[in-house]
């Protein structure tokens, strides 16, 4: 496990205390919060990124127990690792990525870890596979108890939207809806929005027909790009 201990060591001597921190208030690491108990070190994402290209040789079993580690800085790197391997892999290591990260999701637990991989990972595999295979994993996900299996199966969609594939995105969101997690709303206002982007009139169908019961967070996520008047048009009668 030399390159492991070679990974540690590299990223405690880039770490900031003071930055550090901040991120453990910037994701709510407080008791009762939804990071409760993470521990950081105070390094940037473009950082990670560069130790993960440099590792990125690294086993299964030492990317495992990256995984499982209660430094946030050292779950992600192994998650971007992941990314890496599973782009430029051939379709039977594809599927085995795909298999480890959804095994392994309890140690996928806050918001950046899951938007930095799930759409990579979980959605590209499961655009592979095709549209029918892929809805009773996604519903699963986002009918789990686990906020962060519930973000993956929506952030995961966002693979599809960038391949102007949106009835999965669209039918997480209507499942979503009443979702009471503040995360969840933005999740699920983010991908709407992404949609729109590419479909505006996809969007808006389904806008006019949920609209009303929207948590107000999730449908200002949706509309933020849209023109005022009809932006507020829809703020006003939500």
Same mark, same amino acid.
């Given at each position: 496990?030399?390159?492991?201990?070679?990974?540690?060591?590299? !990223?405690?001597?880039?770490?900031?205390?003071?930055?550090?921190?901040?991120?453990?208030?910037?994701?709510?690491?407080?008791?009762?919060?939804?990071?409760?108990?993470?521990?950081?070190?105070?390094?940037?994402?473009?950082?990670?990124?560069?130790?993960?290209?440099?590792?990125?040789?690294?086993?299964?079993?030492?990317?495992?127990?990256?995984?499982?580690?209660?430094?946030?800085?050292?779950?992600?790197?192994?998650?971007?690792?992941?990314?890496?391997?599973?782009?430029?892999?051939?379709?039977?290591?594809?599927?085995?990525?795909?298999?480890?990260? !959804?095994?392994?999701?309890?140690?996928?637990?806050?918001?950046?870890?899951?938007?930095?991989?799930?759409?990579?990972?979980?959605?590209?595999?499961?655009?592979?596979?095709?549209?029918?295979?892929?809805?009773?994993?996604?519903?699963? !996900?986002?009918?789990?108890?686990?906020?962060?299996?519930?973000?993956?199966?929506?952030?995961?969609?966002?693979?599809?939207?960038?391949?102007?594939?949106?009835?999965?995105?669209?039918?997480?969101?209507?499942?979503?809806?009443?979702?009471?997690?503040?995360?969840?709303?933005?999740?699920?206002?983010?991908?709407?929005?992404?949609?729109?982007?590419?479909?505006?009139?996809?969007?808006?169908?389904?806008?006019?027909?949920?609209?009303?019961?929207?948590?107000?967070?999730?449908?200002?996520?949706?509309?933020?790009?849209?023109?005022?008047?009809?932006?507020?048009?829809?703020?006003?009668?939500?």
């Amino acid at each position: 496990m030399a390159d492991l201990e070679q990974l540690r060591t590299e !990223l405690r001597t880039i770490s900031n205390p003071v930055k550090a921190k901040l991120l453990q208030g910037y994701f709510k690491t407080g008791k009762g919060e939804y990071g409760e108990g993470d521990k950081f070190l105070g390094v940037t994402v473009p950082a990670s990124r560069k130790i993960a290209i440099r590792f990125k040789s690294l086993s299964f079993v030492e990317i495992a127990k990256l995984l499982q580690s209660k430094i946030h800085e050292e779950r992600l790197i192994a998650l971007l690792i992941l990314v890496q391997k599973f782009n430029k892999a051939n379709e039977a290591t594809q599927k085995e990525i795909y298999e480890f990260y !959804l095994k392994n999701t309890k140690y996928i637990n806050n918001w950046d870890l899951v938007d930095l991989s799930s759409h990579e990972i979980v959605g590209g595999h499961l655009l592979r596979r095709g549209l029918a295979k892929s809805k009773p994993i996604l519903i699963k !996900l986002a009918k789990s108890k686990n906020i962060w299996e519930r973000r993956i199966a929506v952030i995961s969609t966002f693979e599809f939207i960038r391949n102007n594939k949106f009835d999965e995105s669209l039918k997480l969101a209507e499942i979503l809806l009443e979702d009471t997690h503040d995360l969840m709303h933005k999740a699920v206002g983010w991908m709407l929005r992404e949609v729109g982007k590419r479909d505006l009139k996809a969007e808006i169908r389904f806008l006019d027909k949920h609209y009303k019961k929207m948590p107000r967070t999730m449908l200002r996520y949706a509309i933020e790009k849209f023109p005022e008047k009809l932006r507020m048009s829809y703020l006003k009668k939500n």
